[in-house]
């Protein structure tokens, strides 16, 4: 999977980028904010990338920012927001103050987005608002580091259908006493882990 991408800016537009590495130009869907704060055309470019596969169809998202891309993770974990509402919703409201609407309930703020109704705002403040950082606090020193193996591991049962949060604690459970493991024996451990 794709996790991040550097190379040069060919093509930008509010809800699209292409970004050219290797001689290979990807497309990138983008939120509005990322947008507003990409360089020229022809310069190069740095994007964290989430890869979303289906049956018929791999996308790219891009980001600037690592807690954009946490946020759009969160919001698409949501029952009911797909990618391109959560790339809506990121291009809808800055982030810091959607995290402060879903963290304090403000579901008539969120329903102004375009594309929420009422029930899926309330969904995203159901299911989000105790997995959410308060805004303006770093996120990245709280989550856990994993090595190259352990991202594999996430990335295989992320593929399989699991949720990301649910894989991170199986595999955290497993790593805990802090000896290195291969990916077929760490993969095996944690889907039996959420297998149970």
Same mark, same amino acid.
Request: aromatic share 4%.
């Given at each position: 999977?794709?996790?991040?991408? #550097?190379?040069?800016?060919?093509?930008?537009? !509010?809800?699209?980028?292409?970004?050219?590495?290797?001689?290979?130009?990807?497309?990138?869907?983008?939120?509005?904010?990322?947008?507003?704060?990409? !360089?020229?055309?022809? @310069?190069?470019?740095?994007?964290?990338?989430? $890869?979303?596969?289906? *049956?018929?169809?791999?996308?790219?998202?891009?980001?600037? #920012?690592?807690?954009? %891309?946490?946020? +759009?993770? %969160?919001?698409?974990?949501?029952?009911?927001?797909?990618?391109?509402?959560?790339?809506?919703?990121?291009? &809808?409201?800055?982030?810091?103050?959607?995290?402060?609407?879903?963290? &304090?309930?403000?579901?008539? #703020?969120?329903?102004?987005?375009?594309?929420?109704?009422?029930?899926?705002?309330?969904?995203?403040?159901?299911?989000?608002?105790?997995?959410?950082?308060?805004?303006?606090?770093?996120?990245?020193? @709280?989550?856990?580091?994993?090595?190259?193996? *352990? *991202?594999?591991?996430?990335?295989?049962?992320?593929?399989? &259908?699991?949720?990301?949060?649910?894989? *991170?604690?199986?595999?955290?459970?497993? $790593?805990?006493? &802090?000896? !290195?493991?291969? +990916?077929?024996?760490? +993969?095996?451990?944690?889907?039996?882990?959420?297998?149970?």
């Amino acid at each position: 999977m794709i996790a991040h991408l #550097r190379g040069t800016l060919l093509a930008k537009h !509010p809800n699209q980028v292409i970004v050219e590495a290797a001689g290979v130009g990807y497309d990138v869907m983008i939120s509005v904010p990322t947008f507003s704060d990409l !360089p020229a055309i022809g @310069t190069e470019v740095a994007l964290h990338i989430h $890869t979303h596969v289906r *049956e018929d169809v791999i996308a790219l998202y891009g980001f600037l #920012r690592p807690a954009e %891309k946490l946020l +759009f993770e %969160k919001l698409i974990s949501v029952s009911g927001i797909g990618p391109k509402l959560a790339i809506t919703i990121l291009s &809808g409201m800055p982030a810091d103050d959607m995290v402060t609407a879903i963290r &304090g309930g403000d579901v008539v #703020r969120l329903t102004r987005i375009p594309g929420i109704g009422k029930k899926t705002a309330e969904r995203m403040v159901l299911e989000l608002r105790d997995k959410l950082p308060q805004p303006g606090i770093p996120t990245t020193p @709280t989550l856990p580091a994993t090595t190259p193996v *352990e *991202e594999d591991v996430l990335s295989a049962l992320v593929n399989l &259908g699991y949720q990301r949060v649910a894989a *991170e604690k199986a595999l955290a459970g497993i $790593t805990k006493d &802090g000896k !290195p493991g291969s +990916f077929d024996s760490l +993969f095996r451990e944690t889907l039996a882990g959420l297998s149970k």
